[in-house]
């Protein structure tokens, strides 16, 4: 009985140390609700499932150009070797930080080579902190500018749109260090809404205070500004709601507890799931698995089923994941598991095209989701 009791008390004190210094705390309980409420909507899943993948890339390669040219080098080996159900190679994201944009456009036209290959699109990335509401509109604005010299950030018909992530994570004024705000600006989310920002792909981001309590959701968050991280909640995008709406769409990723009783690693303390294609993150067909279970997906179609992940491509570690074999094996695996044609259907997408699919999917759009990738926001110049 000591034993036991003694036992229990490791328990105890290892997952309280994991809890407060990972800030599980903070979407812990909304993971015990999400468990018990998917027991619920599996039995309502109709065959075959789409699988929407998309990569979210925190594409950060400094002043290195040669980073750059050897994704443009080396991608497209890779990619051409694997197909969804659409005939469509793997689409690559790369959220480009505009901070540096300016004087290093080379790099974005260097990008572009990428995009009119039908490889992916660029989409805006940006690290800021301390601003102000006007400080932050100029940013945006100078980035849009910029932007656009290479064809991103507008579409084909001349419509400024763009999907975000946050530097350092820091939506909405969420983190403080000592005196300083990674943002700044509590009506962050309003002003992305104004400047054209069609959703937000930020999150999960665990191990910090920005990460939400609302999980493994698709949803409108509405902005306070007289507080920060007012994503925090929201109300789900809902098949025939679209009466329902906030000032920011957030697409999340998985964040999910994986119980490996093989690995002795994680024999007390799970694997916490966050998508993460980086290094120091295993990945494996089980991985692949996990990503599916988190079901995210437009509340009411739950056979449409939005997979992203996220990493930070420009790195050594993330390079040699997509430049090299950990990749090829990831694409081969969802082309074999979930890609039969009778349980399930793939579709590699882009972060603008998984929001249209989304959108299509909210005003009770059925059928094949292939054919809503450009619902509402038609595709980029440099993607033509």
Not at 3 to 9: G, R, S, T, V
Not at 158 to 183: M, T
Not at 337 to 357: Q, S, W
């Amino acid at each position: 009985m000591k034993l036991l009791i003694c036992l229990l008390l490791v328990v105890g004190i290892v997952y309280g140390y994991k809890i407060i210094t990972k800030k599980i705390y903070i979407w812990f309980s909304s993971y015990l609700f999400w468990v018990v409420k998917q027991r619920w909507i599996r039995k309502d899943i109709k065959k075959p499932v789409h699988i929407m993948f998309l990569i979210s890339d925190h594409f950060e390669p400094g002043p290195n150009t040669d980073i750059v040219k050897e994704w443009v080098k080396k991608y497209p080996g890779i990619a051409q070797k694997h197909h969804d159900a659409d005939g469509k190679a793997p689409r690559h994201t790369w959220f480009y930080p505009s901070e540096h944009a300016g004087e290093r456009l080379e790099q974005l036209q260097i990008l572009t080579e990428l995009t009119a290959r039908g490889f992916g699109e660029i989409e805006l990335h940006l690290h800021h902190h301390n601003d102000t509401e006007e400080t932050l509109r100029h940013k945006l604005q100078d980035a849009k500018y910029i932007f656009n010299k290479v064809g991103a950030l507008v579409t084909v018909e001349g419509q400024i749109a763009f999907g975000f992530v946050h530097g350092n994570w820091a939506l909405d004024n969420s983190i403080k260090i000592g005196n300083e705000n990674l943002c700044g600006v509590n009506n962050e989310l309003i002003i992305l809404k104004e400047e054209g920002c069609y959703a937000d792909f930020t999150f999960p981001a665990i191990n910090t205070d920005a990460q939400p309590r609302k999980i493994n959701s698709i949803y409108y968050a509405t902005d306070n500004p007289s507080k920060p991280k007012s994503y925090n909640s929201g109300i789900d995008v809902t098949v025939n709601r679209a009466d329902i709406t906030g000032d920011l769409m957030i697409v999340q990723g998985p964040l999910t507890l994986n119980f490996n009783l093989i690995n002795l690693k994680f024999t007390f303390y799970p694997k916490i799931e966050n998508g993460g294609v980086e290094a120091g993150n295993s990945l494996s067909s089980a991985t692949v698995d996990q990503w599916v279970k988190a079901n995210i997906h437009v509340k009411g179609k739950p056979d449409w089923k939005f997979i992203k992940v996220h990493t930070h491509g420009a790195l050594p570690d993330s390079m040699n994941i997509f430049l090299g074999d950990t990749m090829d094996q990831i694409y081969s695996y969802l082309e074999t598991k979930y890609n039969d044609g009778v349980n399930y259907i793939l579709h590699y997408v882009t972060a603008r095209e998984a929001y249209n699919i989304i959108r299509a999917a909210e005003v009770g759009m059925s059928g094949d989701p292939n054919q809503y990738r450009d619902y509402l926001i038609k595709p980029y110049k440099n993607s033509m």
